[in-house]
Structure formats: C-alpha cells, structure tokens
C-alpha cells in the first residue's frame, strides 16, 4: 500500500527567504506526481505534475525534483511572499488508471 | 465550463437525512475522483471513475455512501442516512486522461446536524 508523507506538517519562514517542502512515498514504482497548494477553506489549485520518467518540473518561481528510487519529491519556491502562505500538497499515482493518494500536507506562513 | 463545478457549495442537512452532491468535470475529462477532507485532516480517497471501466469504489467507508457518474459527464455523489461523522468538505476533481494532471473543484462543504 503506497504511503505518503509530508514532513515538516508546518513552516514559518520570513518573506524572501526560499522554501523547501519535502515528499516521501514508500512505493517507487509511481506513475506521476503532482504538487497543490490548498488556500484555507478552498479547493486545491494545481502547481507542477510530474511524470515518473522526469527529474524536474518548473513554473516560475516553482521548482519540482523527484527521486523515484529513494521515493523523494522536493517543492522548492524561491524569494518567498507572503501570498505562497498555504498548505502544501503532493499526490502520487500508482499507474495510468489509479486513484490519487495524498501526503497530509506542508501548512506554509510567509511572515512579512 | 472553465473549471471543476460542484454544488451546492454548502449543505447543512439533519442526521438521518439523505444527501446529493453534485460534481460537473471539466468538458472532455474522462477521470473523475471524490476525495474527503475532514476538518484539519487529509484528503481522504473516495471513488473513482475512468470513462467506462468499473469505478475504484474502494474508499467509500460505507454502504451509505454511492457515486454514479454516465460517461465523462456529471457525477453525483449520494449519502444516506447521514450521521454527524459525514460532516466534511467532499472534493471533486477530474483529468483529461487517465495520466493527466487533477483539477479539483471548490468543494461542497457538508454539516451534519
């Protein structure tokens, strides 16, 4: 059974200073993973996928690693701001037509 | 429609009543996934559905809950009898293909009194 795990659960930084979120899975054979943030009592907004066959994924400031055989993504989000406060989510998918399985989240505070 | 649609947006229902909610994908995604999340917990895997394959039905918790979804359009997700511990938001979310990237919704927001 895969297992997801975010570690730290929370994180304050002061603004400008680069963040870096940690994802583990305990089964390597994935098929993609992909990162979200989720704003307090809202829905998730997706921020990076990336397939099982890439190293990397980037979107502006975003900055995505993934290490299938030591079962590790990394979030990295430079020159922080206060509007990145969040939480942050990855979700692995097993194969091409498996559910989504969750880490517990990254609660992100970019303080001023 | 631009994005994932769901509705209502909140329901507050009594124990013991039935509930729908009602998850519009986005045009032409043909997977749909239902996710639990609990206040201050994770996302909690629900169902399910690739185009016409069987739907992985195995996060349901019970027999009170059931989703039906026709083709690679709106999907309802049922609960009946609702009980106090129902009381979550249920995300819905939808890809274009099996492999693709997950857009969720905003959420229905259930409250059980």
């Known amino acids: 059974k895969q297992e997801v795990t975010q570690i730290p659960a929370a994180l304050s930084v002061p603004e400008g200073e680069n963040l870096v979120l940690n994802c583990s899975f305990t089964?390597?054979?994935?098929?993609?993973l992909q990162w979200f943030r989720q704003d307090p009592g809202k829905g998730l907004t997706s921020l990076l996928l990336i397939q099982s066959s890439q190293r990397e994924q980037t979107s502006g400031r975003l900055n995505a690693s993934l290490d299938k055989s030591s079962g590790r993504s990394t979030l990295y989000i430079a020159a922080s701001q206060p509007g990145d406060s969040a939480t942050y989510l990855c979700?692995?998918?097993?194969?091409?037509?498996?559910?989504?399985?969750f880490g517990g989240g990254t609660r992100v505070l970019v303080k001023p | 429609g631009a994005g994932v649609s769901q509705s209502p947006s909140n329901k507050v229902t009594e124990k013991g009543k039935d509930v729908e909610l009602r998850c519009d994908p986005i045009s032409g995604h043909t997977a749909l996934y239902w996710y639990r999340q609990r206040l201050g917990q994770g996302l909690e895997f629900l169902i399910y559905f690739q185009g016409n394959s069987a739907p992985d039905k195995s996060g349901l918790p019970s027999d009170r809950f059931s989703a039906e979804r026709t083709g690679e359009s709106v999907s309802t997700l049922t609960i009946q009898r609702t009980q106090q511990e129902d009381s979550a938001v249920y995300l819905c979310a939808s890809s274009s293909t099996q492999a693709t990237e997950a857009f969720f919704g905003q959420g229905t927001r259930l409250t059980v009194v």
């Open positions: 979700a692995v998918k097993r194969a091409a037509g498996n559910k989504l399985t």
């Open positions: 089964d390597s054979a994935i098929y993609n």
